[in-house]
């Protein structure tokens, strides 16, 4: 059985870091395009990195050069760092399984940036 | 604003047929495969439809998705209470990125 679980959310200042992470059981993350999804309050889906599996990355352009998508092989797990955090990240941040499809979801995690 | 567009939202009474609608371009539907996710309230997005019409294991084959040309359909037939979640569509957006998957606004579908 396929599951994801995002933890590392909170609340944090503007400017502040996060590290978010997704571990995985059921399939291995390293044979996998993994990616992170985030949804604000009361809004939709805003697609935001990508992991393939030989290790290149991509990020959204609200977030590049800000967050940084990796993994751990030996633990099965994702994770998403999240620096000079703005009010306008606020959101659920959801770990996701493919490229073409995202076939499964975490839970998600949520991330407050406020003073 | 989405790259792609949907409908904000859509009613209908139990069992009755819904269309939702997603429209893009030539970059991004016209180039690639759709996907649909269903949103139940409070939870995460599940995959319901993959490569414009097939569906993962365990989705009832009430829920059907075409494509054509830049534009995309999901329709729910005999639609139940249950069904009463947020759907997006969803596809690649630009095959000259390594990551650039792009999704509608999402439509909130209400069972009257």
């Known amino acids: 059985e396929v599951q994801m679980v995002e933890s590392g959310g909170g609340l944090i200042q503007p400017g502040g870091s996060l590290r978010l992470s997704c571990e995985v059981s059921g399939f291995t993350v390293s044979m996998n395009f993994m990616s992170w999804v985030r949804q604000s309050p009361g809004k939709g889906l805003e697609w935001v990195s990508v992991?393939?599996?030989?290790?290149?990355?991509d990020y959204a352009d609200s977030v590049k050069g800000r967050f940084t998508i990796s993994r751990d092989n030996s633990k099965n797990t994702m994770y998403l760092q999240l620096n000079s955090l703005r009010a306008e990240d606020t959101a659920v941040y959801y770990c996701?399984?493919?490229?073409?499809?995202?076939?499964?979801w975490g839970q998600g995690t949520p991330v407050t940036v406020s003073s | 604003q989405s790259v792609l567009t949907q409908p904000p939202s859509l009613s209908a009474a139990p069992g009755q047929k819904v269309t939702i609608s997603c429209s893009g371009d030539?970059?991004?539907?016209?180039?690639?495969?759709v996907s649909w996710y269903q949103q139940l309230p409070g939870t995460a997005p599940k995959l319901l439809i993959y490569?414009?019409?097939r569906r993962p294991s365990g989705i009832p084959d009430r829920f059907s998705g075409s494509k054509s040309g830049t534009s995309a359909t999901l329709a729910i037939t005999g639609i139940q209470t249950g069904d009463e979640a947020d759907y997006y569509c969803?596809?690649?957006?630009?095959?000259?990125?390594?990551?650039?998957?792009?999704f509608g606004g999402g439509t909130k579908v209400t069972v009257l």
């Open positions: 969803g596809t690649w957006g630009d095959k000259l990125r390594l990551g650039n998957y792009v």
């Open positions: 992991m393939y599996n030989d290790d290149r990355t």
């Open positions: 996701a399984r493919g490229k073409w499809e995202l076939s499964a």
């Open positions: 490569e414009n019409k």
């Open positions: 030539s970059s991004n539907i016209g180039d690639n495969y």
